[in-house]
């Protein structure tokens, strides 16, 4: 049974078939790579193929956008209740994104879930050390601590630094200890908040004040509620760290806030990067029949001189140019081995002059096939000398072997350097390894001195 993928494939290539135009481009590679069959055949079976393997991409690629959107639609931490649950202590916090309704409004609202804490049997603290430069890691996007008009950045931990670290304001109200800084209701002139960093080291603890000068903020009706429900989220969860929902608060000064989750959902880019791979899929497809087609120039232009020879000889023994023809076909197809383009090429050639085809005919149109010059050159003597007889042919085919030959080896010359040229990149490669293998040694002989 066929796939029924490749059935949808070939009836799309049937009701589009009339009205398509043809790509000359492969219809002529098909009729060179494969000269003993249909070209037309050739042609509809390698566009059905190539539509088939689009439908199957965009089928499987449609499929997983579907089924990464109705994932991305099931997967959820919103509870019943309006609550978010908690990770276990030790799996991590996690950050999800909210969309708060109340009356008229709607925000999207980042919150930071932190893990379940230990109780006060399990758990111990974790704090880090700082040092001068903390001023500058705190201040975040803020100019200086003099100058804060935006959020902080108060790390549990430094890079670099075996410390540990806790955060605690003179006044929570405007700086949080996550760094979150309400600038509601400052006067013009400013308020000071001072920071205090509690650092722990090897047992030694010490302590560090650090003063944060809040410039005021004039704020609209609709932030100055998205930042009082911001709070009131904070305020609702404070001192809860050990259960495992973490509750969002329904409504906020008489206004009802209903909360959605915000699931991220890639599916769109998926979709779009399934039409990319079809396209390029055909357009591999297309490059492959191309990569053949110079395959099979090259190898006509390779097997120029044996033929020739061979041609020449028969000649000499008394065989007429058919007759040769018909020696040369018979031969190859006797063999077992690679394919040979240019034999099945004067295969082609001996049926047309077994169906009674003019001799001077059937030459032209073998050498228009092969398209190389020397095919052309070749045909047209032999055309031409079909009533000269073989005497001055003769003569002929030894200069154009000799050419050949010449010609040959000027290819084989310039393989050899093209081949050279590909093996630059992995011998450099190759001497940047052995270097650092020579180096590495030498600069950790250097480093312990």
Known sequence: MKNPIFLLALKVYQKRKIRANKNSKLYRELSELYPMKDTEELYANFQVRKLTSVFIVLTLGTVSAICLHLCSRMEGRMAEGAQLVRNEWGAGDYEIKMRAKADKWSREIPILVEERKLNEKEREELFKKIN???????KKDNYDLDHVTGNLYLPSTVPGYPLKLTWNSGNKERVSRSGKVNRIGIEEKGEEVKLTATILLEGERKSFEYDVFLLPENLAVEELFFRSLEDLLIKTNLN???????????????IEVIWEEIKPDNSIFLFILTLFISVLICKGMEKDLEKDCKKRNRQLIIDYPGFVNKLRLYLQAGLTIKNSFLKITSDY?????RRCYLYEEMKVACYQLENGIMEEQVYQDWGKRCGAMRYRRLSFLLAVNLKQGNSRLLLLLAQEADSA????????????????????LPMMLMLVVVMFLVLLPVYMDFGGI
């Open 132 to 138: 001068a430069i903390l001023p500058e890691i705190i």
């Open 333 to 337: 197809q006797n063999q077992k081995g």
């Open 240 to 254: 809860r760290e050990d259960k495992k929902e973490f509750y969002l608060p329904g409504n906020l000064d008489g």
């Open 405 to 424: 030959q010449e010609d040959r080896r000027n290819l084989a010359r310039k393989a050899g350097e093209e081949a050279g040229t590909k093996l630059i």
